[in-house]
């Protein structure tokens, strides 16, 4: 369709932008914390370093991956030790987060995670922590800042987890964020009293979060403030830590951001510009068929696809018209062609 086969576009015959959508993802706490006989869907692996929490029993085909839990701590730490149980992986794996969310400091080591995400200004640190890792099936891109919720159970015994409770969130983070991680933005979590309790790594999808968040455990696992005592940290595999933290998880909710990036083209057809068709059928006898054999009648055409060519002439990608658009020396048109990847 064209007296002209290939035109090239201008520097202002397209554009570029940018796409932000959001999807709400809540995780009930009853699938977290047992909704299926003998925690189905609560995976554990042999090397005991994490575990895995699916949406279903994981055997099932139907299970999607939901978040992975587990538990870390620097030799800054009180309950750092090496006659530990599991002391060795718990050690690198307090390493290897911080090393790939806080980075290294000037003399090559790696950096502890900082409460208020101010390196340069020293101040208390996150020596030992749990780490969520949220599955990018429900992070996408990465999660909205200033949407995220955590609700914990901080109830004194392990049978009533959720006599008490506390709400951790990143409000305010939507506007007050920090950039000096290698893994990109994040936020800092805090209680309703307003304490930071954690850091949550946004493109990252994990979360950072202090011991303390599990409140007052049963009284063989708390200290005389009433919270999370070393026995648990140091006595116990990062399985039941794990399952610690796990039974009291009462709710997670965020919104998870897909970025859509789109080039727009707008191809123009002027009023002297295409329209005659290429297509064999359009002539009969040297006739164009669409004139109904009026010679009075002006040269028309009908557009119903839009081709995007490389500077060598091979087809890249097509665009399809809902319906033929009418195309004549009386008209001129606009179509908006969109690219997104």
Do not use: W
Request: aromatic share 12%.
């Amino acid at each position: 369709m064209a007296n002209t086969f290939f035109k090239s576009f201008a520097e202002s015959d397209r554009t570029s932008s940018r796409t932000l959508l959001h999807e709400a993802i809540p995780i009930t706490g009853t699938l977290v914390s047992g909704t299926y006989s003998a925690n189905s869907n609560i995976k554990t692996f042999s090397h005991g370093m994490f575990q895995s929490v699916y949406d279903y029993p994981y055997a099932s085909s139907s299970a999607n991956h939901i978040f992975d839990v587990t538990y870390g701590y620097h030799a800054s730490s009180s309950f750092f030790g090496a006659s530990n149980t599991q002391h060795s992986k718990k050690s690198n794996i307090y390493s290897q987060m911080a090393q790939v969310l806080s980075g290294f400091d000037t003399d090559s080591k790696i950096r502890r995670f900082d409460q208020d995400g101010d390196f340069a200004a020293g101040g208390p640190k996150y020596d030992e922590a749990f780490v969520v890792t949220f599955s990018r099936l429900l992070t996408k891109d990465e999660i909205k800042k200033g949407s995220f919720s955590m609700t914990l159970g901080t109830g004194s015994t392990y049978a009533a987890p959720f006599a008490s409770g506390s709400t951790i969130t990143d409000t305010g983070a939507a506007t007050s964020y920090n950039v000096n991680s290698p893994a990109g933005e994040y936020g800092i979590l805090k209680d309703a009293s307003s304490n930071s309790v954690g850091l949550l790594y946004y493109q990252a999808g994990i979360a950072i979060l202090s011991s303390s968040v599990l409140g007052p455990v049963p009284t063989t696992q708390m200290d005389a403030a009433g919270q999370f005592h070393g026995a648990l940290a140091t006595g116990s595999n990062i399985d039941a830590l794990g399952n610690a933290f796990l039974h009291r998880v009462q709710n997670i909710q965020f919104n998870n951001t897909t970025e859509l990036n789109s080039t727009i083209y707008f191809c123009r057809a002027n009023h002297n510009e295409f329209n005659y068709s290429s297509n064999p059928t359009y002539l009969s006898g040297s006739k164009i068929l669409v004139k109904n054999n009026d010679n009075q009648m002006p040269p028309r055409s009908y557009a119903t696809t839009v081709g995007l060519y490389s500077a060598d002439n091979e087809l890249l990608a097509v665009a399809k018209l809902s319906e033929p658009l009418r195309k004549d020396p009386t008209n001129e048109l606009t179509l908006r062609v969109r690219l997104d990847y």
